[in-house]
């Protein structure tokens, strides 16, 4: 069902992606062809998780994955929403902040065994779920800065003063997953 799931995903984003890269190249709309050939790599990065024996992310992780793509691929860049609605932007870093710390959470899950988890701290998955969610932030903003730098240069208009509220976004989210699962899991301190 998960692979199954993941392949039709990836396979549906991909070719709308690939739609939308042959019409805006065909209009030599460079800022909008570049985004979709950029939107068909990263909607077949799940694939690889086709190729792995045990796949720890579940079904609602991929959902939300591709939601996020969505929204910030095709309304955020192509249709524009970052520069007509200014909540856009920061409401997207506050997703992928919470979608890292459930991302954090399965790979917790999933890399310590659960006889171990009973012994484990809890400050332990607090701290590796939220260091995750600010350290994909922090991966996001240079991703920024380096295609601004490269190549479209409308990632950070707002400068210094957008990577900051980003990542303040971000990092709340990311904090936010990390004290619901320190709560969830209610384990001595």
């Known amino acids: 069902m998960k692979n199954k799931l993941i392949l039709i995903l990836s396979l549906v984003l991909s070719l709308f992606m690939l739609i939308l890269f ?3 190249l ?3 709309d460079s800022s909008r062809w570049q985004v979709a050939l950029g939107g068909i790599a990263v909607s077949a990065l799940p694939l690889f998780m086709l190729f792995v024996k045990k796949n720890p992310f579940s079904v609602p992780i991929f959902i939300s ?17 970052y520069m007509k609605y200014k909540w856009w932007d920061s409401t997207l870093h506050f997703y992928k902040g919470l979608l ?13 065994p659960v006889r171990s988890q009973r012994d484990v701290s809890k400050w332990i998955p607090f701290i590796f779920i939220f260091s995750l969610a600010v350290t994909a932030s922090v991966i996001w903003e240079i991703y920024e800065f380096a295609g601004d730098r490269f190549f479209t240069h409308t990632m950070q208009r707002g400068g210094n003063r957008d990577t900051m509220y980003d990542l303040l976004c971000g990092t709340a989210g990311g904090l936010l997953t ?4 320190s709560i969830k899991t209610k384990k001595p301190g």
Do not use: N, R
């Open 65 to 81: 994955y591709y939601i996020f793509l969505f929204c910030t691929t095709y309304l955020g860049s192509i249709l524009s929403f």
């Open 22 to 24: 042959i019409v805006y």
């Open 26 to 28: 065909i209009k030599d």
């Open 100 to 112: 890292m710390g459930f991302i954090a959470i399965s790979l917790f899950e999933f890399l310590v």
């Open 178 to 181: 990390a004290i619901y699962f």
